[in-house]
Each structure stands twice: as C-alpha cells, then as structure tokens.
C-alpha cells in the first residue's frame, strides 16, 4: 500500500482479555517500531525490528505485552490480559533503512474497560 | 540514552502572526533530530529533519528548524500561521543508529483566527 496500515482504528476490550494489533508497513521498508502513545503524550517506544528480527524491546512494558514479525513484513503487537493502564493510541512506524525517515500509521485507539 | 524536551505545552496565536515552538535535546552522543506533526485521529507526519550539515533546515508547509548544538536545541519556527496549521507538534531525537525515536511530550498550536 501507499502508506502504513494498522488495524484495528479502535479496539475496546475488556479487562483481562487478550488483544493483537496489527501493522503492515510500506512494502520493503526494512524497519518497524512500534510506540504506545497515552493521551496528551508523547509516543512512547516499545519495540524495533529489522526486518524478522527483534532488535530492541526495551520499551514493553510488562511481560504482557508481545510483538513479532515473523515474515520480516505485516507485524502484530499483542497484549494479554489488558489492564487499564495499557488503554492509549499504539503507533506503528516504518522506514526504509535505520535512520531515514520513519513513517507512521494512524494508530489503534485501545480503550481498557 | 537521549531525552527530549519541549518546553511549551499549549501555543495560541493568532493567524498570520509568527511562531516558535522550542525543543532541547540532551544525549551524550551525536544525534538526529525530527519534528513530526498530529493532525487529530491522524499518525505523525515528518515536517523536518537534521541529519547533517547546514544547521537551517527547511520542511514542508513553510516550517523551518534550526540546530543549535551548543545550546542543544532545535526550535521549530513559521514568519506566518495559518488556520491549517492548528495540530500537535513533536520534536523527536535518534541516535545515529536510528533504532529509536525518542519523542518530547508535544506542543499544541492553536491558531486563532
């Protein structure tokens, strides 16, 4: 596509139940972030990948909070048993190579209820 | 590790007049600097970026940065707002890796008409 896609736009969940986000970044792009934007923040880092691997995870938060790219393209960011602390705008980001511009999906708005 | 700081929350004024939205950066290594803006419900979008040499930096929609790095920052600056420009700022740091964006907490610019 044109630009990078995420889906869901919105996600309400209850708490305890399991979500996954998906992002599919601009074809080829070799790099993925994902960042957890809470309200009148700024993104927060989560995760990097190049390409399959996982290069840094420093930013998840807990142990609750999973992410793969398991083909080195569409990724998924999983939490499990949402609290509702984890309620926030998760971005998704892709660049071409490290350090070029990152370009940024529209997010997905979870809502922990 | 890096850190940004942008030092004013919410900016009104008033259409046509000039703006400056500030950020200062703090890291021990040489860095990339970006300022991304967030229309509502919508993903960040690059305005502009310092990656090396000259320190003024033109972007899109008129915006202009320049890097000042021994005051460490790079203020973000428009001679004349329009009504469009009404969105959330953000002034973000990498290091020369690129494996992360670290962004500030956000200006609000509300143009007035």
Redesign the interface.
Known sequence: GAGVSQSPRYKVAKRGQDVALRCDPISGHVSLFWYQQALGQGPEFLTYFQNEAQLDKSGLPSDRFFAERPEGSVSTLKIQRTQQEDSAVYLCASSLFRNTEAFFGQGTRLTVV | AQS?T?LDSQVPVFEEAPVELRCNYSSSVSV?LFW?VQYP??????LL?Y?SGSTLVKGINGFEAEFNKSQTSFHLRKPSVHISDTAEY?CAV?D???????????TSLTVIP
């Open positions: 940004v942008q990339y991304y419900n919508q993903g960040l979008q690059l970026k990656l953000f990498s020369l890796q690129g494996n992360q964006f670290y962004f500030g907490t956000g």
